[in-house]
């Protein structure tokens, strides 16, 4: 018989996460049983510093493997026993892998954003790329196009202290490109000068409507992605296509994030676009 396969996904406000029926259903192209199991830390009335118990359970029943989100993408690190060198960099874990007794950590929110923008805006200039929001999300976006080459990056955040403290770790990991930090009062004058725009922050929500910059920062010449994928269309995506600027949208990281951890816990190749496809029916 088969051996099934087991994953979770550990975190907060988590229930009703859609990477549990993206994998499931990926797996049943593949003939997998696979089951994954959403392990929500506010159902289960625990906090992050029952982490550890959780993971070792989850080791000790042999589960393949956990995505793991916030709040626990840090503290998951002192109880691996390997990371892959992006997330050491990082400093965060989002995946882990169960391996022959050792339990291993990646970070494919960073491959998610960037396998993203490779797709949807392959072309778009790096010379300056200003992101709003230096919070986790931010850490990973900031990581991605980094290293994809970005000369000058700014971080903008209404806490500058975060702001400055993610600028400057980047700055260490990318030493050769210019990495500095705004206030959001001094977000328009230095989105004047980009060539791109990130939202990283969790404005555009549904819990959060509306926008961390003004509209009327936005160019035809200025291309904008987000990380906030539900509602796909946000509406600073919404006010910057409707100026003709070149746009992305957040569900292509939430799906490339899944598409790498599918292939961490099964070692097959993932269907992106079926995926996709089935992210949007969801
Ligand atoms: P977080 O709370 O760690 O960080 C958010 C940051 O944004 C904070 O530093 C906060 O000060 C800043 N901020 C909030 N409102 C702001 C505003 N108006 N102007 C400037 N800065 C502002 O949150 P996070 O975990 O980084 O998540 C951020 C968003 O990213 C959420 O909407 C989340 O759903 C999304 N996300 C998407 C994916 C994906 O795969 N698409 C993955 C992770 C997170």
Redesign the pocket.
Known sequence: MTESIVCGLIGTGISFSLTPPMHEREAQHHGLAYAYKIIDLDVLELSVDDLPRLVATARDLGFRGLNIT?PCKQRVIELLDDLSSDAARLGAVNTVLFDDGRAIGHNT?WT?FGRNLDRGLPAVGLDHVVQ???????AAVAYAVLSRGARHYTV????LA?ATALSESMSRLFPSQTVDAAA?ADAASVIGGADGLIN????G?AAHPGM?VAADVLRPDLWVAD???RPAETELLSAARSLGAPVLS?TG??VF?AVAAFEIFTGLSADADRMTDHMREL
Not at 200 to 203: C, E, S, V, Y
Request: a negative charge.
């Open positions: 916030h929110d998610g709003l929001g230096a919070g986790g999300a931010g903008v955040d209404s806490d975060r959001s990283a922050t969790p404005m929500m961390a990380v906030v994928y957040g990281m939430t994030q």
